[in-house]
């Protein structure tokens, strides 16, 4: 693994720290930085949240949800004691701004310190917030803010987010976190591109028949069910997630790895998507949403069961066809597609290349299929490059396709870093790098709104599928029509 090199003394300031992601993610994350050496001895997490809470209350919740949610064996009693120490709690409510006199006083005498406000709250909650830090003079020169996905629900409310944050806090003092880009397997499709000349004379249209990415969740929607039912999967998933792999994967060559020189390339994929036209997004999207089925032999309940019986139209799974309008992508389709409650876990982008320009080997008996890389992100992280080759023995010329693997657990043999631990230290360093820019953020919201405004004069219905399974049918019959298929994991 890297050096683990520490980080300077800061105050993070976590808004929402008694909600679902300080427990289960930035919390972990940080007990697992602080246990690894990177946080220095008198650094302070601060939570704040409109609760009257006490801080032995406060402590008493966080040892809880370490001791659930921390892989067995890692929450250490021994190390306990020292990282309590770190954390304090305050209460603040994010539209009362006079009663933030226990966080201004807790920070008094510390502006020199790395300051990180880290606003796991609602995106509406964005602006109220910063407004506060500034007409409570907490804003320092050393100060950053976080702002969680999604930023807004479409391109206007984004706009205003992104205004109202913007008139407290300079745009390099900005961070929105896309966790996806914290992730070492998206990272390494930087590696993967840059550091090898293998695949650049490849990464084009004329080498590229199409991309897929599928990002599969087994889960259903659980305690973010409110939440979840006003944006769904499009706003939830592709607006950030997706749309920053298709980032990655098709940008241009980088004139450095510079945060402003890789993010100039990625908003350069993001302008170059082609919009929709209403009858594009009939032709070109798929909703879905899951009923009852079966998951691993467990019987799960439908979407609507878990909304308690009320009637809904928010879609769980999407599917679209995507394409980019410039010389390097013309014509090569992207297929995207996510989902709850689907056949697996699994987050893969699967590269298929053109067929062979003439096959030597008769059609008839011989079966020549294409290559395929695969650049899995979880599970079983890895690449896997498929090829042709003759199977061995004196009986003839058969072949098969053979898997080239690149297991990162078996090649590295250590595991690494959660993606929020990796980022949270990106913040405190002040390297903006795995954070998306404000024109990313539009840009992206602005292609987005295309589709949700062309199902929403389409009237376009919202399919059933049954969970366990890989989404409607009618997600297969999107590539079908173009003579392709899914790759899933089951397929070679």
Not at 247 to 265: N, Q, W, Y
Not at 267 to 283: C, G
Request: glycine share 8%.
């Amino acid at each position: 693994m890297a050096q683990l090199i520490p980080v300077d003394t800061f105050d993070l300031i976590i808004f929402g720290g008694t909600g679902d992601l300080a427990m289960r993610k930035l919390l972990p994350a940080l007990y697992h930085r602080d246990r690894d050496g990177q946080v220095t001895a008198d650094s302070r997490i601060i939570a704040a949240s409109r609760g009257a809470l006490t801080r032995d209350k406060y402590l008493a919740m966080v040892k809880k949800s370490l001791q659930k949610g921390l892989p067995k064996g890692e929450f250490d009693a021994a190390h306990w004691k020292s990282f309590k120490d770190r954390i304090h709690y305050v209460q603040a409510d994010a539209l009362a701004h006079a009663n933030w006199g226990r966080l201004s006083k807790l920070l008094a005498g510390h502006e020199e310190r790395v300051r990180v406000a880290y606003l796991a709250t609602a995106p509406s909650l964005f602006g109220p917030i910063a407004t506060g830090l500034k007409s409570n003079g907490l804003i320092t020169t050393n100060s950053r803010i976080v702002l969680e996905k999604p930023v807004g629900r479409d391109y206007e409310s984004a706009c205003e987010i992104n205004n109202a944050v913007g008139e407290c806090f300079s745009e390099n003092q900005i961070y929105r976190i896309d966790h996806y880009l914290g992730k070492e397997t998206v990272q390494n499709l930087l590696a993967l591109r840059f550091a090898n000349s293998l695949f650049e004379p490849l990464w084009r249209r004329g080498a590229i028949d199409h991309v897929q990415i599928t990002v599969a969740e087994d889960l259903g929607v659980g305690g973010r069910i409110e939440f979840y039912d006003r944006v769904g999967a499009l706003r939830d998933m592709v607006q950030n997630h997706i749309l920053q792999l298709v980032c990655l994967f098709a940008m241009e060559p980088p004139s450095s790895l510079d945060h402003d020189a890789v993010r100039d390339e990625k908003i350069k994929v993001l302008r170059a998507l082609k919009p929709m036209s209403v009858d594009e997004v009939r032709s070109s999207s798929v909703r879905g949403q899951y009923t009852a089925g079966a998951i691993n032999s467990n019987t799960v309940p439908g979407y609507i069961d878990e909304l308690g019986g009320d009637s809904s139209t928010t879609e769980t799974f999407v599917a679209l066809k995507l394409e980019i309008e410039n010389w390097r992508w013309s014509n090569v389709p992207f297929y995207l597609r996510t989902g709850k409650r689907l056949s697996g876990k699994l987050s893969e982008i699967v590269v298929q290349f053109q067929d062979v320009p003439h096959s030597i080997f008769p059609e008839q008996k011989y079966n020549v299929t294409p290559n395929l890389l695969r650049i899995r992100l979880q599970p079983d992280e890895g690449v896997q490059l498929s090829v042709m080759a003759k199977e061995p023995g004196p009986g003839g010329f058969d072949l098969r396709p053979v898997s080239l693997d690149l297991s990162f657990a078996e090649t590295f043999g250590v595991g690494y870093p959660d993606a929020y631990e990796r980022l949270l230290m990106e913040v405190l360093r002040g390297n903006p790098a795995l954070f998306m820019r404000r024109d990313e953020v539009e840009a992206a919201w602005n292609w987005i709104d295309g589709i949700i405004e062309g199902w929403e004069t389409s009237k376009q219905k919202v399919e059933s599928y049954v969970a366990g399974s890989w989404g409607p049918p009618a997600s297969s019959l999107l590539l079908d029509r173009d003579d392709r298929a899914w790759y899933s994991d089951d397929k070679t």
